[in-house]
């Protein structure tokens, strides 16, 4: 693992201090550089909570990653450059699945001179930019957040209204990594998994966001969004390479199952 080739992966050439503008910049810089994906997951792929294999993956192969990867990525990232980084358990939809949710998402909580702050670039369509862990609204680009103060030792983002999860839940402790790990498992192999059952790739963009959910594609801006159907397992290779950045050949042989999901939400087009 090398912090240079990290940093050259998110086409970061600046100087990196332990400080909040180094901090924006490298958490933006890897939101645009790398696009959020569980297609091993899809591909029958093994998927761990190792940092380690978060760099082979997304560094050396050049491949994406969904959060266990992304944020045990940046947060080692992080570290390297100095900062005082904890990696934390969150819990998306918790708020309708209640406590079992927790763990099936990794935050990192980033301690500056001014207070604790938030890194993740694990949640697909989440703010692009860091925040402080503050009650109110949360800069994030182009779309509209809010991270509210739960008054339990609960803190509560919520989502844009566009986006895919509605929230997530998380605490200001320490994750157990145990946890961590089982709940990574579980959300790769059982088969009521959300990610075992769709094909997701996402990336964000300066003015927006790019979303790939089976086989539609679709350009979300502040003004709206446009949708495209994925004609065949050729367009859709070609529609990782030419808007993801991902070669990845392989993914033409989950093309039946994308198009048996489809039919079986929405019919035949």
């Known amino acids: 693992m090398n912090l240079a080739a990290y940093l050259d992966r998110i086409g970061h050439g600046g100087p990196v201090r332990p400080d909040l503008a180094t901090l924006r910049a490298v958490h933006r810089a890897h939101h645009l550089a790398i696009p959020y994906e569980n297609l091993d997951v899809q591909l029958g792929r093994p998927v761990t909570t190792d940092p380690a294999a978060a760099f082979d993956k997304i560094v050396t192969r050049r491949r994406g990653g969904w959060c266990y990867e992304m944020n045990g990525l940046l947060g080692w990232a992080l570290g390297e450059i100095g900062f005082r980084v904890t990696r934390m358990a969150g819990g998306v939809m918790r708020e309708a699945r209640g406590d079992e949710a927790v763990g ?11 207070g604790p702050w938030l890194a993740d670039v694990g949640f697909g369509d989440g703010p692009i930019e860091p925040y402080p862990i503050v009650d109110g609204p949360v800069a994030g680009g182009a779309f509209a957040y809010r991270l509210e103060d739960q008054r339990d030792g609960w803190w509560r983002l919520h ?3 566009a986006g895919g999860a509605p929230s997530f839940d998380f605490r200001i402790a320490p994750a157990d990594e145990a ?3 089982e709940r990574c498992h579980w959300l790769q192999t059982d088969p009521t998994s959300g990610f075992v059952q769709n094909a997701v790739v996402q990336r964000h963009r300066p003015d927006g966001l790019l979303m790939m959910r089976g086989r539609t594609l679709r350009t979300l801006t ?3 969004a446009t949708d495209r159907l994925i004609a065949d397992a050729g367009d859709y290779v070609a529609t990782l390479k030419a808007d993801f950045d991902l070669d990845l050949p392989d993914a033409a042989t989950l093309w039946p199952a994308i198009m048996a999901r489809h039919q079986a939400l929405f019919g035949d087009d």
Do not use: S
């Open 159 to 161: 989502n844009h209204p």
């Open 179 to 181: 946890a961590l790990a």
């Open 104 to 114: 099936n998402h990794l935050i990192l909580r980033v301690d500056l001179d001014d």
């Open 222 to 224: 502040a003004g709206g």
